[in-house]
């Protein structure tokens, strides 16, 4: 890799970092929700934590600019991250779990809960 293709790598980085944060501040002020700074740095878990009348719930969020066949936006559902998501609903003591996804250039979010979680 020569140092510009370095540079152009870090300047997409960045910019998805930064989108992911702007993604995360709308889900989470839309939920009426805190944003966690660091998520995951600290004692607090998930990128957001929300309350709502069953108590507190864990929201993580995945944002994708990833382009597949046709320049159709994808997201792959990495199975690593509900398993994670369990984990922190368990060590927060949340009552349930979302995961928020996001397509780069689409108007909506997609929300994933588990089954049980939502029949509660």
Request: charged fraction near 30%; charge should be positive; hydrophobic fraction near 40%.
């Amino acid at each position: 890799m020569t140092f510009g293709e370095r540079k152009d790598l870090k300047k997409i980085i960045a910019t998805n970092k930064r989108r992911a944060a702007a993604m995360e501040r709308r889900v989470m002020d839309y939920l009426d929700g805190y944003r966690v700074p660091m998520s995951g740095a600290g004692s607090i878990k998930g990128d957001g934590l929300g309350y709502c009348e069953l108590g507190p719930f864990i929201v993580e969020c995945k944002y994708s600019a990833q382009l597949g066949k046709a320049n159709v936006p994808r997201l792959f559902l990495d199975t690593r991250w509900l398993k994670k998501l369990e984990l922190e609903v368990k060590y927060m003591r949340a009552r349930f779990g979302v995961l928020v996804g996001h397509f780069h250039d689409i108007k909506h979010d997609y929300a994933f809960i588990r089954k049980d979680w939502y029949e509660r």
